[in-house]
């Protein structure tokens, strides 16, 4: 019981430092520089780039041992005239980015399974700007021809942070970082 209310005091105390920290310099969000699919063997990639800075209270937050996860969703529909565009693929990538105090180095692991380790921030943020291309569709799900709408975007997914910090991130400013829906057209080439 007393190793609860401990914990319990720890977190509000955390929670109150955060809220108080001021914000050294206000960021602008995410903003996608580009994004595009590619035909692969696999199926269709997304290559995308994502330009961001974290703002203090999300760096402070990081280095004190709370991870980040940044989400990439992908929607991919196909225009009817006749009724509502028809879903053809819905994918998501997160990328977590934490900092392990004892060995001082950043570690990213995209969507649980590949874990890399980074000295700096800078270079584990670059993995969260610059994500590998990942499989959106299969080679199945669109069709010779056709031209498809795709919809990207990236946002800090605060609901996988734990929760003290949900309710402190739902109140405060520095921790929305995300971009629009970003749309463009991917017409696929006969074969």
Known sequence: ?????????LCLSLLLAFSMMASAHATDGIEIEQAHLESSSDGYRLSSTFAFD??????????????????????????RWYWLDAKVASESQTIRISYNVL?????????GRLQLSFDTLEDALTLVRRP?????????????GQTYDVAVRMQLDVGQLPKPFQVHALNSS?????????HFTYKVERQ
């Open 103 to 111: 060995t001082r180095q950043y570690h990213a692991a995209v969507n």
């Open 1 to 9: 019981m007393r190793q609860t209310r401990t914990f319990l005091q």
């Open 54 to 79: 974290l703002n203090r209270g999300l760096e402070d937050a990081l280095n004190r041992g709370i991870p980040l996860y940044f989400t990439t969703d992908v929607e991919i529909t196909r225009p």
């Open 174 to 182: 520095d921790w929305r970082l995300s971009t629009d829906w970003q």
């Open 132 to 144: 590998n291309r990942w499989v959106v569709a299969d080679n199945d799900d669109l069709a010779s």
